[in-house]
């Protein structure tokens, strides 16, 4: 529903020189207009929103981006990463906040964590192209959260990069390295968006999984991850992140498999031509 006031406002923005960023204007005002029409916003409720996005901002520094979550726990992040998403390729989600650039480039089938970040397990794979040729020398960058649900950012007690690593896919696709088991993690809930969750009866656990972000030269780059299959959080997840096609078993290891890991997860990735 548009209101005189609303083609006003659209039309006050219709001269905005670059095309993209007058098309998101216009959608933008066209739906926040829409929403306050619908569900007759009162200025109490407008003053209780704006104090929200206040706390939300100020709860913001060079560590903590409570916006993201923000948009993380209403399933926008998701939506941009599933929007985004190339045909005939892995399926993407959220990068989330504990992303860090720069992590070791580290040998093939080196473990990431340390014997008490929890029980080791292999994980190995292919990386193929969109006519399922072998990817060489694609990169994976992977990281997890610990045993004890912290990312080595979270916690005086990692060494810096714990759980981190670089590898790169030998001339037949193929990668492996190891990493623990991962386990279910609450989301940061000491802001204004563990407020909101806790109004909304909701839970703060995301469902456990391991990030990559593969890439290769000549191929879009995904973001995505690879998540537990035995985990309870797979149809709840807190920030929505869940892709059927990115569940895999973590099956013990039997007698053919290395004697150091107690769990085997294989996950190929296919990428889109750029
Ligand atoms: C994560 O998977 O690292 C994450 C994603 C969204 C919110 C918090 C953590
Ligand atoms: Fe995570």
Redesign the pocket.
Known sequence: MTTDLTEQVLAAYASTPDPRLRELLAALIAHLHAFAVETRLTPQEWLAGIEFLTATGQKCDAQRQEFI?LS?VLGL?SLVAEVNAASDATEPT?L???YLAGAPQRAMGEQIGRPQDGSPVLIRGRVTGAAGEPVAGATLDVWQ?SGNGL?DTQDPEQPPFNLRGVFVTGLDGRYEFRAVRPVSYP??TDGPVGDLIWRAARHHW?AA?I?AIVAAPGYRPVTT?IFDAGNPYLDSD??F?VRDSLVRPFRPAGPDDPPDVSFVTEMDFALAPA
Request: charged share 10%.
């Open positions: 979550l993380d992040s959220i989330g906040p504990f959260a990312y989301i940061p995301r999984h990030h991850h807190a920030v992140g």
